[in-house]
């Protein structure tokens, strides 16, 4: 099928009754960073998103609370700490993979995460960071200690429940050697493996796993595969120590059923469904969504996400298909297949940062697609972050004015 135009797309959902947008953040609202820190919303973005209430909700790796979340940037781009939860101004949604769940005024829970679990993951940044330090000379030997463990400190993202070590800076050091930011990328995931480890000797055996983003799907024992640098893609440049179930694809149910509980009055999956009750596996959670949801109930999806990978396998037998919004983006087409809608992906190109990502811009989708992917792209934002806001906000308003049409005049019957 022809990709959709921008226009087209807006045209198709400005009088939708019954929508929900289901997007990520980084590389989609704003740019990719090396530094988490210095991430920017636009002001417009987080206004556009508050007009859409009910029809919009993010689904994102990144963590909605404390220095690094997300509310710190919906603070600053309103340029106020109390209007945002006063107004319910904060983005609802999904965040962490899933197990962290917001709403728009900023109430946040963890549903189904034990008070062992939070307790590792609160010493987790601190284990990262004296493992980096010990293993960081063998990689960069020309680096002196000092600078080392000023750069295990910013490597280390010390969010609530998805600690997370972040390579950029550390590739930053040896731009186009590719070799050795292999060598990190290895150095890396042994560090984490070593943290699972450890998580298993506490008796909390099954509570993680590893998120590598972006990635190269998942090998026969379920794990992430990383993705390799290369000249002028850098592959996996963070992983994430993240709670067992915290799956995207587990999340874009959790928000359906919640959204049809709130519409409807009744939620399909149960009140307390979560993604750690959640099926683990693909077919799993079409399959509920299958069996529990009534199809006349389901909203018109549309999903945007930034990172979807597609590497020929070494072997030439296929294709190595991943990236950390794939799964959702994929579950969220095929269950618009199931109940007889046009749901429509989004991909945001976002090469544009600071990240050397694979581009969109020539359209060949190298890295990103193969021509056997059942994954459908029904709208390219070639131009980014800054192209996609913009669309998202003439969405709301006209979303807006579409229902200010609707509405009965004064004195009608």
């Known amino acids: 099928m022809p990709r ?3 226009d087209q797309l807006l045209q198709e959902l400005a009088a939708v009754d019954d929508l929900l947008i289901v997007q ?3 590389g989609v609202c704003m740019q990719l960073v090396k530094d988490p820190l210095t991430r920017r919303m636009d002001r417009n973005y987080v206004e556009a998103a508050a007009l859409l209430e009910g029809a919009f909700v993010v689904l994102t790796n990144g963590e909605h609370e404390r220095r690094r979340g997300v509310n710190r940037l ?3 781009a309103l340029e106020d700490q109390t209007r945002p939860a006063r107004e319910g101004l904060y983005l609802p949604g999904l965040a962490a993979g899933g197990v962290q769940l917001q709403d728009r005024h900023g109430n ?3 549903p189904g995460v034990s008070d062992a679990e939070m307790a590792f993951l609160a010493a987790a940044p601190a284990r990262m960071e004296a493992l980096l330090q010990e293993r960081l000379p063998a990689v960069l030997p020309e680096v002196g200690s ?3 463990d000023r750069f295990a400190h910013v490597a280390v993202l010390d969010t609530q429940v998805s600690p997370t070590v972040n390579l950029n800076a550390l590739f930053g050091l040896i731009p186009n050697d590719v070799p050795r930011q292999r060598q990190l990328q290895s150095l890396l995931e042994a560090l984490m493996e070593q943290l699972l480890n450890e998580a298993v000797d506490a008796g909390l055996a099954g509570s993680f796993f ?16 990383l993705k390799p640098a290369e000249r002028g893609d850098v592959g996996t440049t963070d992983i994430q120590f993240m709670l067992t179930g915290s799956l995207k694809e587990a999340g874009l149910l959790v928000l359906l059923n919640r959204h049809i509980a709130a519409r409807w009055g009744e939620a399909p999956l149960g009140d307390d469904f979560h993604v750690r009750t959640a099926p683990r596996d693909h077919e799993g959670l079409l399959e509920l969504a299958r069996t529990r949801i009534p199809p006349e109930r389901m909203p018109l999806l549309v999903g945007v996400g930034d990172t979807v990978t597609s590497t020929a396998s070494p072997d030439g037998s296929g294709w190595l298909r991943g990236g ?4 959702f983006l994929t579950l969220l087409q095929e269950l618009g297949g199931w109940s007889g809608q046009d749901n429509r992906v989004i991909l945001v190109d976002s090469s544009h940062g600071e990240v050397d990502r694979p581009s969109l811009a020539d359209g060949q989708l190298v890295g990103i697609s193969d021509p056997q992917d059942p994954l ?3 709208l390219l934002m070639s131009e980014g972050p800054s192209a996609y806001v913009s669309w998202f906000g003439r969405l709301a308003q006209a979303r807006c004015s579409s229902a200010a049409d609707d509405r009965p005049t004064p004195g009608s019957a």
């Open 24 to 26: 990520d953040l980084d």
């Open 146 to 148: 000092g600078d080392l």
């Open 210 to 225: 590893l998120h590598a983003a972006p990635n190269l799907g998942r090998d026969a024992a379920g794990r992430e595969r």
């Open 376 to 378: 459908r792209l029904d």
């Open 324 to 327: 950390s919004d794939r799964g």
């Open 4 to 6: 959709l135009t921008p």
């Open 108 to 110: 946040v829970s963890h």
């Open 74 to 76: 919906v603070e600053q």
